[in-house]
């Protein structure tokens, strides 16, 4: 299996390398170069990976990343407490949106990902979150059982 990840190297960004270089999914995430993972992550993952047989690719090509992918994820490219930053953000990232022509590179059947809030118009086009090929919904339904399913372990 082949996941591209298109955008920041935040906390979103680390946990899908580590989980996919854990169980040998192929990783590859496209990032300017000043806002890619950090370089102690990068190390971890390719230990994993080394272990699992994960193929890993690191660049600031969206389109070398999305290609032959079965799933294309991006997040947000300003988090919660990087507000100050979100014009030169936008200016970086420009570059770097999900929309149909970088998903028309990927595996005809492949799904598209996003951990919600989206925000249309910046890491993703308008309309993307209702393609067919958007499981983002999906996803923050699945979320939000594991989410109750941690409250009532964590309470009782």
Known sequence: MNLAFIGDGNNVATSLILAASLVGINFAIASPPAYSLQETIIQQAKTLASQSHADLVFTS??????????????????????????????????SYQVDSQLLALAKPDALFMHPLPAHHGEEISRGLLYDPRSVVFDQAENRLHLQKALLAKILH
């Open 61 to 94: 090509d969206p389109r070398l990343a999305a290609q032959n992918a079965d799933i294309v994820y991006t997040d947000v490219w300003t988090s919660m407490g990087q507000e100050a930053e979100a014009e030169k953000r936008r200016l970086a990232f420009a």
